[in-house]
């Protein structure tokens, strides 16, 4: 099996394995909620970062309609290093948008690319989704090549679409691919 440029096996799954939440994931999730740039990322402005707002934010992507919440873990040790979701299902079109984020401190280890095979897996395959999309800012090249890579396709942009925490407007890619 051949070698990524980051070293990492082409087997994407090779790397990470996806399971549920468990409590010594908390600080790894916290670390992703209270990172200003992540955020941004993640076309979300977060009022409270304190630990009852951040256990709020995961028991609702827990319990998010006909959607999914998932902890992208090394494989080897387990540690969480980020997370997956699918949110915004429409049950009868089977449609719904799809979500990943990996830490800054694991990011470029093949954990991002192991997370978007492994989401495409589940919300075909768990979720009896037809396609999934994502909204992914213009300007976030690393999301836009994963999201490329892994057989999304480019739909357009909406302009001005994402106003973030300090105000600024920001362009959107938005992608879809048939499960
Ligand atoms: C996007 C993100 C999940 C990538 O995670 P990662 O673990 O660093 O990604 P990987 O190491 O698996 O890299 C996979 C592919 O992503 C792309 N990529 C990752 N980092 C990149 C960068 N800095 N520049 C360009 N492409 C990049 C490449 O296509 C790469 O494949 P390659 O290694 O064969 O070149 C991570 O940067 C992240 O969490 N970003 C913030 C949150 C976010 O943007 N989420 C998506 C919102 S739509």
Redesign the pocket.
Known sequence: MGQ???GVLEDPERVAVIRSYEDADFDMLAEIRRDPL?NA??LTVVERTDDAAVREWIERRQTEPGGLFRIVADRHTGTGV?FIQIGQVHRKNGVGYG????TPR??????????ITALVRLGRDELGLRKLM???RSD????I??HL?AGYRAIGVFSQHFLDATGSAHDVLLVEQLL
């Open positions: 990524s440029k980051h992540m990322m993640l980020g979500g990943l984020a990996v694991f990011h470029g280890h093949g954990y991002g690319r192991a997370a994502a909204e992914i976030n090249i690393a999301s090549e994963l890579a």
